[in-house]
Nanobody, 127 residues
Framework: QVQLVESGGDSVQAGGSLRLSCAVS????????MAWFRQAPGKEREGVAR????????YYADSVKGRFTISQDNAKNTVYLQMNSLKPEDTAMYYC????????????????????WGQGTQVTVSS
């Protein structure tokens, strides 16, 4: 049974930083696509960043490029999202997602490309 558990969400002031973690269990394949999405109230879920678990291939939404960094620690089965220079518009529930045995390419930002999802962790940025 695959489980994704996010943590690290918090309330911070604009300009601050947070690191989100996604602990992955039950995903036995070495080549997967992992992504972070976010969803603000009344808005659609949007792709934030994607990484391949074979160690190559990161991609970011334009809105977070240069501020957010996705990374992974395969030894700990954990995917991270380092978020710097946070803005109020980054306020959302953040979700981790997995696409097993697939290298999701140019459509990485589409939620329906991913099979497994975590429960989300809330990030609130105040001005």
């Amino acid at each position: 049974q695959v489980q994704l558990v996010e943590s690290g969400g918090d309330s911070v002031q604009a300009g601050g930083s947070l690191r989100l973690s996604c602990a992955v269990s039950g995903l036995r394949y070495s080549t997967n696509s992992m992504a972070w999405f976010r969803q603000a109230p009344g808005k659609e879920r949007e792709g934030v960043a994607r990484i391949y678990t074979n160690g190559v291939g990161t991609y970011y939404a334009d809105s977070v490029k240069g501020r957010f960094t996705i990374s992974q620690d395969n030894a700990k089965n954990t995917v991270y999202l380092q978020m710097n220079s946070l803005k109020p518009e980054d306020t959302a529930m953040y979700y981790c997602a997995a696409a097993p045995l697939r290298l999701v390419g140019s459509t990485w930002y589409r939620p329906n490309e991913y099979t497994y999802w975590g429960q989300g962790t809330q990030v609130t940025v105040s001005s």
